[in-house]
């Protein structure tokens, strides 16, 4: 595991679930690294959250399916 004992953050934890259970062929723990850092959730490099990561870590799904983001 590439996280040597240390805790993963909520959001990171959720992503590397879903990941697994939709392609099993990938290593979930990079596409999720990559994709949380690319959209500002995870500081680049590293598997820190940022204080949008937080936040969006702390959300549930049920949350997010009661308030879908909003176009503008």
């Not at 949380?36 to 936040?55: I, R």
């Not at 870590?57 to 983001?69: D, F, I, L, V, Y």
């Amino acid at each position: 595991m590439p996280t040597r004992g240390r805790k993963l953050p909520a959001l990171m934890e959720t992503a590397v679930k879903k990941i697994k259970q939709a392609s099993p062929g990938v290593n979930p723990y990079a596409v999720a690294s990559a994709t949380l850092q690319k959209s500002g959730s995870l500081k680049k490099g590293t598997n820190k959250p940022t204080k949008q990561g937080v936040t969006r870590g702390a959300k549930t799904e049920a949350w997010r399916r009661a308030h879908p983001p909003t176009k503008k």
